[in-house]
């Protein structure tokens, strides 16, 4: 086994330097008979792995397990469960994901974030009570406060390094 990761390694290193655009081609023709094969037989990891690939698309981005893992410790928990924020989204009409400042796991997790350390100065601005923000409000809200760190001008939000993932 050690044998075979040593290989891998050394051909991933030798294509990494090489100038050789056949190098690159000929990696990524196997690294898709791999992908192939695995989303074939194993989609869950498959799923994993190309969430991780894409990130080269984004300044933020989570993976699915991730973002679940994280919410998953919030204290307190948010206000809506995953299936009920994408509903929300949907209703809504919000964008889940841009290019290039965050991919959907990121905004779920950033907005859950807000929902959980900011909920009681969203209802002191709504001049509201917590129990009677509606679903609709508190997603608006959320994703105002999500949007100022994912897309923060000066792009100092990293939520890979502020959920230590």
Known sequence: ????????????????????????????????EVMDWMIANKPVYATEWIEKLESVRWNNYL???????????????PTMSKNEWARMMEKLGMQLYEEPYYNCWAL??????KDSDCRNSISMLMNKPIS?????EMT???????????????????????FAV
């Open 132 to 136: 009677d923000i509606t679903p609709e």
């Open 108 to 113: 779920y997790a950033t907005m859950m974030m």
């Open 63 to 77: 993976t699915q397990r991730e973002a679940d893992a994280i919410v998953e410790k919030m204290d307190p928990q």
């Open 140 to 162: 608006n809200a959320t994703h105002m406060l999500a949007m100022d760190a994912l897309k923060d001008r000066d792009g100092r939000f990293d939520v890979r390094e502020y």
């Open 1 to 32: 086994m050690e044998n075979l990761k040593q290989r891998y390694l050394d051909a991933y290193e030798h294509m990494a330097r090489s100038s050789d655009v056949e190098d690159m081609r000929l990696f990524g023709k196997v690294l898709t």
